[in-house]
């Protein structure tokens, strides 16, 4: 079982830059990959990033490409999401998630799926203004 905690959420103008950071329990966290989401009020929850169990390998969606940057620290049991040039369409709550079972990148037709997660944080909140 492993527990997750997103931080570093806020409001920002748009433009700016957020580091989201992602705390997880247990030894297990190193073997997992894991991925980042997000949930804007009244849609449904996006695939963001993902990084493979060793950090690797990394992708992301289109609309976030060359902002964003997902890494990892196994040594801290940590997963973070840098997010610069921030922009309105951004605003929304993210949330990290754990995969167990596949620790590699995997096909986008899997990982982009919030049902190929295991485990989800309860999310932190991000508002881009104008």
């Known amino acids: 079982q492993v527990q997750l905690v997103e931080s570093g959420g806020g409001l920002v103008q748009a433009g700016g830059s957020l580091r989201l950071s992602c705390a997880a329990s247990?030894?297990?966290?190193?073997?997992?990959?894991m991925g980042w989401f997000r949930q804007a009020p009244g849609k449904e929850r996006d695939f963001v990033a993902r990084?493979?169990?060793?950090?690797?390998?990394?992708a992301y969606a289109d609309s976030v490409k060359g902002r964003f940057t997902i890494s990892r620290d196994n040594a801290k049991n940590t997963v973070y999401l840098q997010m610069n040039s921030l922009k309105p369409e951004d605003t929304a709550v993210y949330y990290c998630?754990?995969?167990?079972?596949?620790?590699?990148?995997?096909?986008?037709?899997?990982?982009?799926?919030?049902?190929?997660?295991?485990?989800w944080g309860q999310g932190t909140g991000v508002t881009v203004s104008s």
């Open positions: 998630a754990a995969d167990r079972n596949r620790p590699y990148l995997g096909s986008s037709s899997a990982y982009t799926g919030p049902g190929e997660y295991d485990y």
């Open positions: 247990g030894r297990a966290f190193s073997t997992y990959a």
């Open positions: 990084i493979s169990w060793s950090g690797a390998s990394t």
